[in-house]
């Protein structure tokens, strides 16, 4: 895999309520003995210059990842938009030398070793998002954003009722990247886990022939 020669901030995104899992942080729910969110971190490093992790609540319990943690700028629980534009105004205020985020949902530990390379390629200088689609969905969380969008998204979540990624990104120029597998029965590379048997069905693709990634 190979770093985007623009530096990229990747920004894992650790905000869901967990409703579904029945854990206080499903990103700490263990996938192999291991917290899930250290799989979304060994994916996504060497595909970005830097990453951060986006999450509310106390920081201390992710010191462990060694990754600044940042909380949602918007009050109340916004979902993944506020998580985006967190990671947009970190990277302007902090890392002003980087223009794009690439963003990854943390309950999906397969999503593809080349996501940020392919999501980069796509983003032309005329657009300003590409976010991945496989088997003809979409996986918006799975985007890279332009910085300089900032300012639209913190004013679209002060001003819309509908906080969906969908209803922000209908407002803009969108390239979608298929990551669709070659192989019909491949595993799906955005399989997420939600729920106790999500977890338990992950363990079992862990020893897959398609499992590529280190996880040691």
Known sequence: MTVPSAPTLGVLLAGGRSQRMGVGDKCLAPLAGRPLLAYAIERLRPQVSASIVNANGDPARLRQFGLTVV????????????????????????????????????????????LVQRLVAAAADDSEVAIASCRGRDYPIFGVFAVALADDLAAFLGESAN??????????????????????????????????????????????????????
């Not at 990671?87 to 794009?100: K, V």
């Not at 969906?164 to 192989?183: C, G, H, I, Y």
């Open 71 to 114: 909380p949602d700028s918007v009050e109340g629980f916004a979902g993944p938009l506020a998580g985006i534009l967190a990671g947009m105004l970190w990277a302007r205020n902090h890392r002003p030398d980087i223009g794009r985020i690439a963003t990854v949902a943390t309950d999906t530990p397969f999503f593809p070793d080349d």
């Open 163 to 216: 906080r969906a990624v969908k209803a922000w990104l209908d407002r803009l120029q969108v390239v979608r990247v298929d990551f669709t597998p070659e192989s019909e029965g491949a595993r799906d590379p955005f399989f997420n886990i939600n729920t106790p048997a999500g977890l338990a069905a992950a363990e079992t693709m862990l020893g897959g022939p398609d499992e590529r990634a280190p996880m040691g």
